[in-house]
């Protein structure tokens, strides 16, 4: 029997505020253990939150970007559960008003490599249950030293404002659930209001996995993942619990709804715990924040700071600009390196393909050299649509025009300058041409014999003879042209 795998995600990202979101601590990462807390999130007696109002407005900025149906108002409930880590033994969440509701996520899929993400593919919208706004729980530290049987907490993380946001089960396959959250980060770092530092646990993720029998309506028994570590892991978790599930069930075993974690070192998930439903964390109102009203001008405000997202500036960088799938793919998945591409193609007159080539090749590879970012790069994006220009008018060859710019990167100067100074011109008048090819025909009468005879590696040999002749400056296809044509008159 076929299966068909549904799978749905939960996306935790905490957002990039300097304080808590419910008191004034730092959220600083690395600090000494237990160093950023008060009695707010050490759950102290008599300590009463007050709502960041930063951390809330980041969370509607992402609320709008998603499509989200946001309601006059919104409040906060109580999440009731006992962990170590959870100083209150309740998580201040949102269940009865969440803060986004039935929103969606388009997401480009890959026709051909699933995971290289750069492929040209179909878009897909993904829906987006819910989005909202809780309190991140602290964090348990297991010494990996010899004979170690106890485990410590650290509650700076305790009380960091978290963004939670809830897919529809609308993927059908890894590569779709890798598509999603690459495109959901993007979001996220588009919008300024998160890091996304996976390595630092301040973006998670938590897929569900069920499998049907193909065509049939009524969902499977639901098995989340936690514990994954980064974006591959988790598409590895989803091929792995697919190909679990689909092994027990053509085995006649019938599964049940559960929680497991997934061992990196095995590469395999593990059972944890039964999966709990709603009615386990007993949600009621929190009693000490009031509601939160959200008008239309203050929903109009946050709109506005919105910036064109990724997807759509990929599409839009294919229709207008005429990119392929893979250089707009590469562009859109920075902001940064978006933002740089559309201002050199504005500060000069290089088409936007001969400007891709080179942000995407030469200046990604210098910022990769140097471990830089744009902010720290040289030259600006006026020099770049120069250079750029410079080729596709047929001033430079390519061979030249990256001596140029290496200059650029090391002085800053302008292209034109460099040329002029080091006589660096190209020469694409065949007349200066043709006495030079006559030279290396009468130096290399071997090689042109060769050529006779039908080898065609003779002819590429001829043309860089005369190519090192003119010390890379002539026109490489009218060097080809008037070579050609000498060998012909022979």
Known sequence: MAYEAVIGIEVHAELATETKLFCGCRT??????????????????????????????Y????????????DARTSFDRKNYYYPDLPKNYQISQSYHNLGRDGHLDIIVPRSEPRSGTEGGAVKRVGLWNVHLEEDAGKLVHPEAAGANYTLVDLNRAGMPLLE?????DMRSSAEVDSFMRALRNVLLYAAVADCKIQEGKLRFEPSISLRPAG????????EIKNVGSISAVVKAVDFEIARQTRALESGEKLSQETRLWNESLQRTVAMRRKETSADYRYFPEPDLVQIEIDERWKEEVRRSIPELPVKRRLRFQEQLGLGDYDAAVLTDDRAMADYFEECVAAGSASAKAVANWVTNDVQRVLNERAATL???RPPPKRIAALAALVEQGRLNLVTAREVFAEMTATDRDPAEIVAAKGLSQISDASAIVGIVDRVLADNAGIVADWKAGKKAAFNSLVGS?????KGKANPQVVRQTLEQRLAAR
Do not use: D, H
């Open 375 to 377: 902010a720290e790069f």
């Open 165 to 169: 946001m809830v897919s529809a089960p």
């Open 28 to 57: 600083q990462f690395g600090a000494p253990p237990n160093s950023q807390t008060c009695p707010v999130c050490l759950g102290l007696p008599g300590a009463l939150p007050a709502l960041n109002r930063r951390a809330f407005e």
């Open 59 to 70: 969370a509607l900025k992402i609320a709008l970007a998603l499509e989200c149906q946001v």
């Open 216 to 223: 049939q309506k009524e969902l499977g028994a639901r098995v």
């Open 466 to 470: 005369v190519m090192r002749e003119t």
